[in-house]
């Protein structure tokens, strides 16, 4: 029990603080916590279980159709992944406690970003369950690792896609938007898990990729969170 309340701990303090982080971002009418809070939980619960579900129906017909099972498992990682878990995460921001809280258009990033760090937090939690056999030093390195660059990628995803929805309901875009901002949410973490699984990058090569790539999204969307939340502010 008190290992599993030290992974516990160790997986979802990077994501917490992360989240009052982006939550902060804003200087203007910042999100109440109870909506980040919905938002975080939904990520790390019912995002997790929906894409997990979603995963295991769509990679039967990939292992059914590729012998090799690299390949099979690559596609899975590059594709049928990204599909799945940006498709779940979003769907916090429709929840009435957090789509009630939508009302300028920088509030899709954040709660998006939040959606996506939740599920970072259940996903590291995972992860670090498995890194333990591989001995206590590299166990910290892999947390590390996931700690950075798969919390940063989940939560600049989803943000993209929170970000479209929140110009939806402002009516700046069409629901089109939506999808539009989904498909580049899914890019962005296809590419991130495809620097991942290229091995002829070789392996710390692609785990530095991953990580500046990750970095640098979550930048841009500090930058826009910021960017937006300045101009709703000259208008008062």
């Known amino acids: 029990m008190i290992k599993f309340i030290m992974l516990f701990i160790i997986s979802f303090l990077p994501p917490a603080i992360y989240a009052i982080w982006i939550r902060n971002t804003e200087k203007y009418e910042r999100?109440?916590?109870?909506a980040i809070f919905i938002a975080f939980l939904w990520g790390a619960s019912i995002a997790i279980i929906a894409s997990l579900i979603l995963e295991i129906?769509?990679?039967?017909?990939?292992?059914?159709?590729?012998?090799?099972?690299?390949i099979a498992s690559f596609i899975i990682a590059v594709i049928i992944a990204p599909f799945a878990e940006e498709l779940t995460k979003p769907l916090a921001l429709s929840l009435k406690g957090v789509k009630k809280e939508i009302n300028e258009v920088e509030d899709g990033l954040v709660y998006g970003a939040i959606a996506g760090l939740g599920f970072s937090a259940t996903e590291n939690l995972f992860y670090a369950m498995g890194f333990l056999s591989y001995g206590l030093l590299l166990f910290?390195?892999?947390v590390a690792i996931r700690s950075i660059g798969g919390c940063l990628l989940h939560a600049s995803a989803t943000a993209l896609t929170g970000y479209g929805y929140s110009k939806y309901l402002m009516g700046i875009e069409k629901f089109s938007a939506v999808l539009h901002y989904f498909i580049l949410a899914m890019a962005i973490h296809s590419f991130y898990n495809f620097v991942l699984s290229f091995e002829l990058l070789g392996g710390l090569t692609g785990i530095f990729i991953a990580i500046i790539f990750a970095i640098s999204c979550i930048r841009y969307v500090r930058q826009k969170i910021i960017e937006l939340d300045r101009m709703q502010e000259n208008l008062l």
């Open 57 to 70: 129906l769509l990679s039967i017909p990939v292992y059914s159709s590729f012998k090799d099972y690299s």
């Open 31 to 34: 999100e109440p916590w109870h």
């Open 140 to 142: 910290f390195i892999l």
